[in-house]
């Protein structure tokens, strides 16, 4: 079997697909979005297809290694995203070869599903709330929302205020029992991301999910080390040399790799069992779309300390197009009791709508992350 084609697809909402082809009609699929960024990632796996043109698409750990070591400059979000998406497909080639899903390739899996969570927004308590309820309401054990907006260095205390009320909002609509995860979205620094960790003890959050940026992280760890609410991060790390000082620190409890930012299965796997050496939970990143999904789901089969599984349906980024519209069988993402469970078909165990995708790369997009500002007209994260 041999290689013979790879072209992407940018499609609506916000997503970038893969298609590898074969000499033998086998074909995979990969999801290489770096999200604002996809012309850049298409051209980045363009680039990588010198390598893999009339290359055997079985020889997975070996392709990983060219892709990732014989550029010289390594890793990198466009890099690595491009990576991720070849090295999915590569997987879900060879899992439809031998007809199996990829988890069985892997060693079989530890479970039938996984918990997920739904995304809730909203501009006011209220409207948080009710979107928290209406989660709950149609079967969702666990939400997460954002924690605040911009977010000085060091910022007045009713922007504190502010997102307590809209944290416990949510608490006193969905009740004890549903976990709540708070993402600071990197949007906090040092001194304030102290303080707002301490006030939001009380709320008895699922988790606080990136403090601050991964790179801050050292100035964060006596806090982090000593707070009963767990710290999650890790979306925007990149390999298992990234993930390597982080969870030597002792100060995170989850782990949140995005299988196509992160090298893909291959590179993801690798990041989860170093992380389960340090008794650290997994909780896979994936705000994206249904092959990205489906690779989380089939990583997860496997890997003893993941935990729950973040997922698009009905995220707010999702207006035009939503998550299941670009599969044959939208119920093979079964949800059910606030969980999905693990595609059980060949490969990554879903069908591509070819046809479907083919007619939104018409339409394509060109979607960019928000730029806010201070009120001092100062750059502010988002």
Not at 25 to 51: C, F, H, K, N, Q
Not at 185 to 190: C, D, E, N, T
Not at 326 to 341: D, K
Request: proline share 5%; glycine share 8%.
């Amino acid at each position: 079997m041999k290689i013979t084609s790879m072209t992407t697809y940018t499609v609506p909402p916000r997503w970038l697909f893969l298609k590898i082809e074969t000499d033998e009609s086998v074909t995979g699929w990969g999801e290489p979005i770096v999200e604002g960024r996809a012309a850049t990632v298409a051209a980045a796996v363009e680039e990588l297809s010198d390598y893999l043109i009339g290359e055997d698409p079985r020889n997975i750990e070996d392709h990983w290694t060219i892709m990732y070591r014989a550029g010289f400059y390594r890793g990198g979000a466009v890099t690595m995203s491009a990576i991720a998406s070849i090295d999915q497909a590569l997987w879900d080639m060879k899992g439809k070869a031998l007809g199996v899903p990829v988890h069985q390739l892997l060693g079989g899996r530890v479970r039938e599903r996984i918990r997920v969570y739904s995304w809730i927004g909203g501009d006011r308590p209220a409207e948080t709330a009710a979107a928290a309820r209406a989660a709950v309401d149609s079967g969702f054990s666990a939400v997460k929302m954002n924690g605040t907006e911009e977010m000085q260095y060091v910022d007045t205390w009713d922007k504190v205020e502010r997102c307590l009320t809209n944290v416990q909002a949510v608490r006193d609509v969905v009740g004890p029992d549903i976990g709540i995860g708070v993402d600071f979205h990197g949007r906090v620094h040092k001194p304030m991301a102290k303080v707002l960790i301490r006030e939001l003890e009380p709320l008895k959050l699922m988790f606080i999910e990136e403090p601050v940026l991964s790179e801050h992280a050292g100035s964060l760890l006596d806090v982090m080390r000593t707070t009963p609410t767990p710290i999650a991060l890790g979306e925007r790390l990149l390999s298992r040399w990234e993930f390597k000082d982080i969870l030597a620190t002792g100060a995170v409890d989850i782990i949140q790799p995005d299988p196509s930012h992160c090298g893909g299965i291959t590179e993801a796997r690798k990041i989860a069992h170093m992380a389960e050496a340090y008794d650290v939970a997994l909780a896979l990143h994936c705000p994206l779309g249904p092959i990205a999904l489906a690779t989380c789901l089939q990583i997860d089969a496997g890997c003893y300390n993941a935990f729950i599984q973040e997922q698009s349906l009905g995220i707010h980024y999702n207006e035009s197009n939503d998550l299941l519209d670009y599969i044959t069988h939208p119920s093979v993402f079964a949800y059910e009791a606030g969980m999905v469970r693990i595609p059980d078909g060949p490969g990554l165990g879903i069908d591509v709508n070819e046809d479907y995708v083919t007619e939104r790369a018409t339409v394509g997009h060109r979607w960019r992350n928000p730029v806010w500002r201070h009120a001092d007209g100062s750059f502010a994260e988002w």
